[in-house]
């Protein structure tokens, strides 16, 4: 079976626009009337983009295979969660096992119909910031990683933050917790009461980390001094043998984990949803926690479920219930790490001394002599305001 090239396609149109007659062009180019015909009118209507041939079969989209219902449930499911990618969408129709496996679409599939569609977010092209070397981490709840993702307002609850929690080993999110910070606009912020609470519920259900890594904020770090003495939320954590690491400022990279799991929390149950009270969205939180650990695949554990890979996460390091808190502490740990250093701190001449966000009087003769009773601390100047060495 003949075909006809572009070229004589071309010719075909070029001689119809000079006059020529279809025969006199089919005989001209020995070709039938009909294949004259045929590329003339299509020329005629759609100029020379009409002359090339669509190869393959015609397009009905990229879901054509599939049961209608099966694009149904998913754009039910896009509409009512426009954070839901194809990773998520694919994964739940897995979960939930509504059709055979047969007629469940891969990602890729899914991917090219929600781009079809016009539901797919716009991505721009970037450079991953340098990375530090990466800490050695052995076995899974040696070392979580600790964040509050940035203030959103939610209809009908208020401005909330998510204080999120993943470990670095096997990637588990340990927990997503909710807090509402005002009506209109954040009317506070995270406190020390707050992050126990989060942390106490985590090593609940997860046990003792090794090791906490989290930022600069003035919970874990005292940002108004140049010699930083060890904040309320470090010493807990001290004498429950937990090592909080703070990382250094303006380096968010080194939290990567965390700092991804905002955009993965924010989408999961933020992006389109309303809730009640904040309550319906702590559940829903703790829901989709489970779908991300047990069904949803994760990119750097080879597409496996975290939990699926690495399944000794689920096996505490060591066990923690909050009534047996007084039974875990241990204050030596506290001494042990304040002779590690020097915390420099300014005095009065009466021997008053702030430490630790509390203000100390140890009376004028203190002040007077330059000795305080403390062997923990040492005076270093004669000014009327001196500055003292904590050791």
């Known amino acids: 079976m003949r075909i006809t090239s572009l070229e004589d396609r071309l010719t075909i149109l070029m001689m119809s626009k000079a006059g020529s007659p279809d025969r006199q062009i089919a005989e001209q180019l020995n070709w039938s009337l009909g294949a004259v015909r045929k590329w003339r009118r299509r020329g005629q209507k759609d100029g020379s983009d009409g002359l090339v041939s669509a190869m393959g079969r015609p397009r009905k989209g990229s879901m054509s295979s599939f049961p209608p219902e099966v694009q149904g449930t998913l754009l039910a499911w896009r509409c009512a969660h426009p954070g839901w990618g194809s990773k998520t969408l694919r994964a739940e129709l897995e979960r939930r096992q509504m059709f055979p496996s047969e007629d469940i679409p891969s990602r890729a599939v899914i991917a090219r119909w929600l781009k079809e569609k016009g539901l797919t977010r716009r991505y721009e092209r970037h450079r991953e910031l340098p990375m530090p070397a990466p800490v ?121 984990g965390t700092e991804r799991s905002h955009q993965t929390w924010a989408q999961q149950a933020l992006v389109g949803q309303r809730y009640d009270t904040v309550e319906d969205l702590r559940i829903t939180l703790m829901e989709r926690r489970h779908f991300l650990d047990e069904w949803l695949p994760c990119a750097t554990l080879g597409d496996v479920p975290p939990l699926k890979a690495c399944p000794e996460a689920r096996k505490p390091r060591r066990g ?51 000795t305080l009773w403390s062997p923990l601390i040492q005076p270093t100047t004669a000014w009327s305001f001196k500055w003292w060495a904590v050791t």
């Open 136 to 256: 050695s981490v052995q076995a899974p709840h040696e070392e979580w990683e600790m964040d509050a993702r940035g203030y959103q307002q939610v209809p009908d609850i208020g401005v909330i933050t998510l204080v999120n929690l993943i470990d670095r080993f096997s990637r588990v999110k340990i927990l997503s917790y909710p807090f509402r910070l005002g009506e209109k606009q954040a009317s506070r912020h995270l406190d020390t009461a707050d992050y126990q609470l989060v942390l106490r519920l985590a090593f609940t259900e997860w046990g003792l980390p090794d090791r906490l890594l989290v930022d600069r904020d003035s919970v874990f770090y005292d940002n108004n001094s140049k010699s930083p003495f060890p904040t309320r939320l470090q010493l807990w954590l001290l004498v429950l043998g937990v090592s909080l690491i703070v990382g250094p400022p303006n380096r968010p990279t080194d939290r990567a």
């Open 320 to 370: 923690y219930r909050p009534e047996q808190e007084a039974g875990l502490i241990d204050v030596s740990r506290v001494y042990a790490y304040l002779s590690q250093g020097q915390w420099f701190r300014r005095a009065s001449n009466i021997g008053g001394i702030a430490l630790g966000g509390k203000v100390y009087a140890l009376g004028r003769e203190t002040g007077r002599t330059k």
